[in-house]
């Protein structure tokens, strides 16, 4: 890696640092002047705890926790190494930052930074292309905000989630859309016991907001429908496992492009070939080490682009989830 892109590497994790640092002297502040708690019944408690444990587990960035169950801001970090059947391996340190107004509005913003990737790069020109994979470092993916609305009726937990992608990642290397993208999702879970199917129908201009654990090695940008099912499952430990069927398809195949391609493509702007459309099975299994720390592994089969993602992460929350007795802060 050349001493430029370490400096930059440096100044990303500098940064990253310092957004964690500033979501932290607000809670500490808070938690400094004890406040007099009211007075809630058991079972109002018990009810409020479910609904909003639930919505705080509604995240497809990771674990639960990463937005606050309760007012107040969180932070978190997450380390993560995957393995990429089109490209290989890369290790992606992902800073966020949440804010939950009430118990039925929140927002988080958070940037995907590469510090280890391989790049499907034109070592020769646009009329004699070469194209061979190169190593890179301390390049930084697209930014994401989400606005989120909870509800909780009738044992169904509902999510619907506003997400803008701002172009702040490297589209020479293909980890950016290269314009401002935006995703609409809506979330229905039914706790049923320990089970919870769920479902999930939404709308947007490019896959890199539908499904946040997993980071492919393309971004298609286009006007797309997507579509998950499945469910999951509390395990002994506070372990939580948790498996679905995706569909994302493009509504106008001639305007969608891809960014790299999956890396037998060349870089493209624009073609009819369909980079949009993928299907397949995604699952994750998350494993609190303590209040702070999740260990998670994931895994991701594509169907259409014959192409398995797998990895493991750590999570570093600021602020643990609540526990009974906390809710009422």
């Known amino acids: 890696m050349s001493s430029s892109q370490t400096g930059r590497y440096l100044l990303l994790s500098l940064s990253a640092g310092l957004l964690f640092f500033a979501a932290a002297v607000p809670t500490a502040m808070a938690q400094a002047t ?56 890369s290790s992606i340190l992902t800073p966020n930052v949440a804010y939950r107004f009430n118990k039925y509005f929140s927002v988080d913003t958070g940037v995907p930074i590469y510090t280890y990737i391989n790049i499907y790069f034109n070592y020769g020109t646009a009329a004699k292309p070469d194209y061979n994979y190169a190593v890179q470092g301390g390049v930084v993916g697209d930014t994401e905000i989400s606005f989120e609305t909870d509800a909780h ?112 493509k060349k870089v493209t702007t624009a073609t009819n070939v369909d980079p949009g459309e993928d299907n397949g099975f995604i699952a994750s299994l998350d494993i609190p080490l303590s209040p702070h720390v999740t260990l998670s592994g994931f895994y991701s089969r594509s169907l259409r682009d014959h192409d398995d993602v797998a990895g493991f992460s750590f999570t570093f929350l600021l602020k643990s989830p609540p526990r009974l007795g906390e809710t009422s802060r």
């Open 34 to 89: 004890p406040a007099a708690k009211p007075q809630v019944s058991p079972m109002a408690e018990l009810d409020e705890l479910a609904a909003l444990s639930a919505a705080s587990a509604i995240n497809d960035a990771g674990p639960e926790g990463i937005i606050p169950a309760v007012k107040g801001f969180n932070a978190s970090v997450g380390t993560s190494s995957q393995h990429d059947s089109s490209n290989g391996w």
């Open 153 to 264: 009726a009738l044992s169904t937990d509902y999510s619907g989630t506003v997400s803008l992608g701002l172009p702040s990642g490297n589209t020479d290397y293909g980890l950016g859309a290269g314009q401002v993208t935006y995703n609409i999702n809506n979330h229905f879970e039914k706790t049923l016991g320990r089970f919870a199917p769920d479902i999930e129908l939404g709308f947007g201009d490019t896959s890199a907001l539908v499904e946040q654990r997993v980071l492919k090695s393309y971004i298609a940008v286009g006007p797309m429908a997507h579509f998950q099912a499945g469910g999951s499952v509390e395990l002994p430990f506070n372990t939580s496992f948790e498996a679905d069927a995706y569909e994302e398809l493009p509504t106008a195949k001639n305007l969608v492009y891809s960014t790299t391609g999956k890396g037998k």
